[in-house]
């Protein structure tokens, strides 16, 4: 028997969900050349913004108000998932709504960083206007000491990818708990409906 499937995920998040997960990981693997890791941090800044607006406006599943919840609900949901036993959320769980918001504000804080490392260093980029430039020593042979915020982007990035690594376990567990893999459905948009 072939269980009723439903629509859970717009086509709208879809596409930010994985072209989201596309510059992330692009930009963690490549630092270089500079306007590759440069424009694939300003997509991945506007996709951020982009989804943080559709979580005000966007369909019901879309909202903030529907999956982020208080840290009763989300640890009572991950106390439950490592048993494999947690209640099935159509939408997100609690745990994967905390998740969101910790990428969201993990994604865009990197990309800011990125930003006013681009201005301290190269003195251009958007921030450019705001960061002053570091100045550096010209003598021969000398080492340009990075400055402190570009220090703060690397640690941002590397707690960021940090994140999407328990995000993945977090799905697969999920998936294996309810029987669903969710990575489909977040392909595809839909989910069993019961
Ligand atoms: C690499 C960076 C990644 C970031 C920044 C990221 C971020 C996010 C965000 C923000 C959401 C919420 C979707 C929404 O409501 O807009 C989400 C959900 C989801 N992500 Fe990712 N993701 C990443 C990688 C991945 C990868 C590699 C996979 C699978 C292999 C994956 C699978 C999923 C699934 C299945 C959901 C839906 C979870 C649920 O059913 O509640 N993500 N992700």
Same mark, same amino acid.
Do not use: C
């Given at each position: 028997?072939?269980?009723?499937?439903?629509?859970?995920?717009d086509p709208?998040?879809r596409?930010?969900?994985?072209?989201l997960?596309?510059?992330?990981?692009?930009?963690w693997?490549?630092d270089?050349p500079?306007?590759l890791?440069?424009?694939?941090g300003y997509?991945?800044a506007?996709?951020?913004a982009l989804?943080?607006?559709?979580g005000? #406006?966007?369909p !019901?599943?879309a909202?903030f108000r529907r999956f982020?919840?208080?840290? $009763?609900? =989300?640890f009572? $949901?991950l106390a439950?998932? =490592?048993?494999?036993?947690s209640?099935?959320y159509?939408?997100?769980s609690?745990?994967?709504?905390?998740m969101?918001?910790a990428l969201?504000?993990? =994604?865009?804080a990197?990309?800011?960083?990125?930003?006013a490392?681009l201005?301290?260093? !190269?003195?251009?980029g958007?921030?450019?206007? =705001?960061v !002053?430039r570091v100045?550096f020593?010209r003598?021969?042979?000398?080492?340009?000491p990075p400055?402190? #915020?570009?220090e703060v982007?690397?640690v941002?990035?590397n707690?960021?990818?940090a994140?999407?690594?328990?995000?993945v376990a977090g799905?697969?567990l999920?998936?294996?708990?309810?029987?669903e893999n969710?990575?489909?459905?977040? #392909?595809?948009?839909r989910?069993?409906? !019961?």
């Amino acid at each position: 028997m072939t269980l009723a499937k439903i629509q859970v995920w717009d086509p709208f998040i879809r596409t930010i969900h994985w072209l989201l997960a596309a510059t992330v990981l692009l930009n963690w693997l490549a630092d270089s050349p500079l306007w590759l890791h440069t424009w694939s941090g300003y997509l991945a800044a506007t996709l951020i913004a982009l989804r943080v607006l559709w979580g005000f #406006i966007g369909p !019901e599943n879309a909202r903030f108000r529907r999956f982020v919840r208080g840290p $009763y609900a =989300v640890f009572g $949901y991950l106390a439950g998932l =490592v048993r494999l036993s947690s209640q099935r959320y159509i939408g997100h769980s609690p745990a994967g709504g905390a998740m969101i918001v910790a990428l969201l504000v993990m =994604v865009a804080a990197t990309a800011g960083t990125g930003m006013a490392s681009l201005a301290a260093m !190269e003195g251009h980029g958007p921030l450019s206007a =705001v960061v !002053e430039r570091v100045p550096f020593p010209r003598t021969l042979g000398q080492r340009r000491p990075p400055p402190l #915020i570009r220090e703060v982007h690397q640690v941002l990035a590397n707690v960021t990818l940090a994140l999407v690594v328990l995000h993945v376990a977090g799905v697969v567990l999920a998936s294996f708990a309810h029987r669903e893999n969710l990575i489909v459905a977040m #392909i595809t948009g839909r989910k069993r409906s !019961e």
